[in-house]
């Protein structure tokens, strides 16, 4: 194979995001200390014109669609659509972390800087072509996410998830680099392609890609808190700064999903008969644990953590039904999940308070009466959690679930729609204190959100309504997406 | 847009637009909601005398795709069936809006918001064509009842709203399992299409799965009728909620549950649901005898009428499932009665309520003596509710249980008893309220009817006269869509039951 090693125009082109990113990162680091005290804000302001850049860099490199640098990358509408999506996440993290920072002032470069590399780690991942970029691509997300979750280092939760996810999430990767290495002895190739055409090979030994299959389900699993290899997640998502969890929650989570859909149905395609039941076996056991879980708990960001399990466990319903149906289900489900988590987060950070004391959900407590904007918008969220018609999550459930019956889950259909009915009793208890409760002493205190905030509350709303009642246009898109190269 | 759009299309803008009024503005809250219902109420008259009676199918129809994959439609349009109880609900709503006039003082921007919310949701739960659809609006009707009950009922409200919003979730997630999966056989969500392939034979179901999906289907809508043992969040739902939530989840809400059985499982699976029409038909009927048993006991007057909609709700569905004319025609009818007549008395407790702020039976006592006008009315709405002939109930018991005779005669003798139960606790709870010695400080406190009671009350005797008298207004309209749905049942039935020709569907 002639090897040119000297990248083409086109291949810069298609690799613009990641460049743009790396560049404002980078500058960022530059800036902090010729700006830190003076002009603090200014930090975020250049992520989030660096992150609108890229998506248009994004936009720009889908009119060249095809392999960049010697078939590592891939720009596919697949690959696109993740892209705009960590990147809108990055924007509305960005967003919804000024009035944060700043309450705990704690407004440096290096923050943004970080959250540009991991979500630049993220556009790798979704694009990449090849077990090894997959790797850089996680590993670069990853570490610029362990950094983050202990941004606030004088901060005992913050040391506690940032060693946690550090310690786990290493692990993790252990795992799935394993995996990747039997499959490099096994085909001797690390490109997804190669590795799909190897596999069809009657002379390969399925066995030995199953083991490899399997190591790298439990890496992935893991990045994407299926249970029960969501231990870590409660912990780190309950001590990591609120921008961070909630950050943590869509970004890393959608890319580590990208990955899962392209290694399973590219490279495994041929042993999907082993895979399936597995995956069929955590989406319920994510779905009920999450669930369950969450019906107790009191602290807010740990409850949207055990949400966020049960979430991972149907869009793993979408996974298991193995079909392009499923596919674009799961792209939509994301991105509808990622809209409204963000916004409840949002909501969380607003009321948290400095030190994020108030946590505990009596704190929303007369919300209704006291912030009636805020708690409209934190409706709609709830209510795009529960999946009621109209809302983003529900057109998402609808989709995922859809798939599953068309590919004759049917069993797994029934005991998921159960569980979303089980999981609308915790989404209805924060309404209820919001509206049916007195004000409490946290609401009293609050003052109107900040316009940062505010933008950080509307753009969810506004994105969840349109995934809600006009969904045709992105899901003609990853539906027309949802078929990889193999 | 067509006259139905527009009557859907009312609600929906005067909830956004109610919801931008500013808080300080209570009164022009208040006027616009009322104006909006009412508004909405004369449109819908217009619906009524521009429907073609005795022509078939849809009418009113506008069909659009909405999403284009999977597709679906915005499809809606009316019959004989949905006909009136789309005018139930824009006829009610204006009368909601009024009677919470000086009940609802806190967040009344909300509230009044709600309402009409609420009023778009059940309109277009009866005008969807497209199963899809139909979901969306089952599913928004329960987001304003939530806050209804949940920010202005009494004591218990959070209990009481919580159970109502998960019962009714826990439903409903199966019947969209159903949806779908009846989509993947016929590619289609449109109501129509997905019918005529049933009935062509395009797709055939097996036993088990006509079964499944029937329950599926069914379970959901006996949550919301409520069949008995499924009511148990009806009583707390209607004592914690409003006047006006109560009005609206009685007289229309509870319908919807009604109108999907009729609309969707008869004609889907008519094999499933004859085969399981026994034990449905059993359970109506302890409904009936169970619901009117306990409705006696009951120390609260409003328990006491949630109790009877119980009982009175069985007959529903027990004329639904009789599979005979008569029965169907009874139970449409009884549904639209049991609209007015438990209504009226919701909304009667209710202003009882306002005047004493106790619901209990043993607070009241000699009403009559200091408001003889209220007691007159609230006789009035005590009869119809017993079945009093002239009166509107009369008109449907007698029809479901002469069609039920039909079928099968004891089924009609055990729901004779309900007829004879209602008469026993509604007139014994009459005699505690009313007559006796009237203390002074009742009398101190029951004021007569003023004049915006009398324009909430006044409209539904005078609708329950004319519908006891008058039936001919109604009921051809009715009759004539249940003679079809019961034709395509029974045709399905024979298709059924003869080895199946058509081929199964390609999965």
């Known amino acids: 194979m002639p090897v040119n090693f000297a990248p083409s125009a086109d291949d810069m082109l298609r690799f613009g995001p990641e460049i743009i990113l790396t560049v404002a990162g980078t500058l960022l680091m530059v800036l902090d200390p010729l700006f830190s005290r003076r002009l603090p804000r200014i930090f975020g302001h250049i992520s989030i014109a660096a992150l609108i850049a890229a998506i248009f860099a994004a936009i720009s490199a889908n009119g060249l669609p095809g392999f960049a640098f010697s078939n590592l990358l891939v720009i596919d509408g697949f690959g696109t659509y993740f892209r705009i999506l960590v990147l809108a996440i990055g924007i509305l993290t960005v967003l919804s972390s000024y009035r944060y920072l700043s309450r705990e002032q704690a407004d440096t470069g290096e923050y943004h800087a970080l959250i540009l590399f991991s979500v630049m780690g993220q556009c790798v991942m979704v694009t990449a072509n090849d077990l090894i970029m997959i790797f850089i691509g996680l590993e670069i997300s990853s570490i610029a996410s362990y950094v983050l979750a202990g941004y606030l280092r004088n901060d005992k939760r913050n040391n506690e998830a940032a060693l946690k996810y550090f310690l786990l999430g290493s692990f993790a990767t252990g795992f799935l680099l394993y995996g990747v290495a039997i499959i490099f002895g096994l085909t001797g190739s690390t490109q997804l392609p190669a590795i799909h055409n190897s596999l069809r090979d009657p002379a390969t030994s399925l066995m030995v890609a199953g083991v490899a299959a399997a190591l790298m389900f439990v890496g992935l699993a893991f990045k994407v808190s299926g249970a029960p290899f969501h231990i870590w997640a409660p912990d780190v998502y309950q ?79 979408a996974l298991a039904s193995n079909s392009d149906f499923g596919t674009s289900a799961a792209m939509f489900y994301l991105a509808a999940y990622a809209l409204m988590n963000l916004g409840a987060f949002a909501v969380i950070i607003y009321i948290s308070g400095k030190g994020e004391k108030h946590l505990r959900i009596e704190d929303l407590a007369g919300l209704g009466q006291r912030q009636p904007f805020t708690a409209a918008m934190m409706t709609v969220f709830l209510l795009s959690f529960i999946g009621v018609p109209l809302t983003g999550g529900f057109f998402g459930k609808f989709y995922i679930f859809r798939a599953a019956l068309h590919s004759g889950l049917t069993w797994l259909t029934v005991l998921g729609l159960l569980n979303s009915a089980v999981a609308a009793y915790y989404y209805l208890r924060l309404m209820v204190v919001m509206y049916m409760h007195e004000p409490g002493e946290v609401t009293k205190d609050l003052e109107s959100p900040s316009p940062a905030l505010k933008a950080a509350l509307v753009l969810p709303a506004i994105g969840t309504f349109f995934l809600g009642i006009l969904p045709g246009a992105v899901l003609t898109f990853t539906q027309n997406a949802a078929t990889f190269v193999k | 847009m067509n006259l139905l759009e527009i009557v859907l299309a009312l609600p929906a803008i005067g909830f956004i637009l109610t919801m931008l009024i500013p808080r300080s503005q209570d009164f022009a809250v208040r006027a616009f909601a009322l104006a909006v219902s009412v508004v909405a109420f004369l449109a819908s008259i217009g619906l009524a005398t521009g429907f073609q009676f005795g022509q078939p199918g849809q009418q009113f129809v506008h069909d659009f795709v909405w999403i284009s994959t999977p597709e679906i439609h915005w499809h809606v349009g009316i019959d004989g069936l949905s006909l009136w109880l789309i005018i139930l609900t824009t006829f009610l709503t204006p009368i909601a809006v009024l009677i919470s006039w000086k009940a609802i003082q806190h967040q009344a921007k909300e509230f009044f918001a709600f309402v009409l919310l609420l009023e778009f ?387």
């Open chain 1, 239 to 317: 001590g990591a700064p609120a921008p961070i969890s909630a950050f943590m929650a869509t970004g890393p989570k959608a890319a580590a999903f990208a990955i899962f859909l392209r290694i399973f149905l590219t490279a495994f395609d041929r042993i999907s008969a082993t895979w399936m039941p597995i995956v069929w076996i955590v989406a319920l056991l994510s779905m009920t644990i999450g669930n369950f879980a969450a019906l107790t708990q009191n602290n807010l960001k740990r409850m949207l953590a055990y949400s966020s399990i049960a979430h991972a466990g149907y869009i793993l319903v």
């Open chain 2, 121 to 507: 949701g059940l309109i277009g739960v009866f005008a969807a064509w497209d199963l899809f659809l139909f979901y969306t609006f089952w599913e928004i009707v329960l987001v304003p009842m939530y806050f209804l009950i949940g920010m202005w009922g009494h004591d218990r409200r959070i209990y009481a709203t919580v159970k109502f919003f998960l019962y009714t979730m826990a439903g409903s997630v199966l019947m969209l399992a159903a949806i779908i999966y009846v989509y993947n056989l016929a590619g289609t969500f449109d109501y129509a299409a997905i019918l005529s392939q049933f009935q062509s034979g395009q797709i055939s179901l097996n036993h088990t799965e006509g079964t499944l999906l029937f329950l599926a289907f069914f379970v959901a809508f006996a949550i919301k009728v409520p069949l008995f043992p499924l009511h148990t969040w009806l009583p707390d739902a209607h004592v914690e909620a409003p006047t006006a939530g109560s009005l609206m989840l009685a007289s229309v809400m509870l319908k919807m549950g009604c109108y999907g059985m009729i609309r969707f499982c008869l004609p889907m699976f008519p094999a499933a649901a004859r085969e399981n029409a026994w034990w449905i038909n059993i359970l109506a009927i302890i409904g009936i005898i169970y619901g009117a048993l306990v409705a006696m006991v009951q120390p609260n007057m409003k328990k006491l009428v949630a109790y009877s909609s119980v009982s009175h709700l069985g007959f529903v569905v027990l004329g639904v499932f009789s599979f005979t004319q008569m029965g169907m025609d009874g139970a449409v009818y009884q549904m639209l009665n049991h609209g007015i007549s438990t209504g009226a008395l919701f909304i009667l407790v209710g202003m009882m309520y306002e005047r004493r702020h106790s619901l209990a039976i043993k607070d009241f006592g000699g009403v009559a003596t200091a408001a003889p006008w209220l007691a007159t009315v609230f006789l009035i709405t005590t009869l119809a509710s017993v079945g009093l002939p002239m009166l509107n109930n009369f008109v449907g018991e007698f029809l479901v249980l002469q069609g039920t005779a039909q079928a099968n005669f004891t089924w009609s003798a055990f729901a004779a008893i309900g007829v004879i139960l209602s008469a026993c606790y509604m007139l014994w709870m009459y005699q505690r309220v009313f007559f006796g010695n009237a203390s002074d400080d009742l009398k101190h406190h029951m004021p007569e009817l003023n004049i915006r009671e009398w324009v909430c009350i006044a409209p539904l005797i005078a609708m329950m006269l004319w519908m006891g008298i008058y039936t001919q207004s109604f009921l051809p309209a009715v009759s004539e869509t249940n003679s079809r749905i019961l034709a395509q049942t029974s045709r399905a039935v024979i298709s059924a039951v003869i080895p199946a020709g058509g081929a199964r569907h390609a999965r």
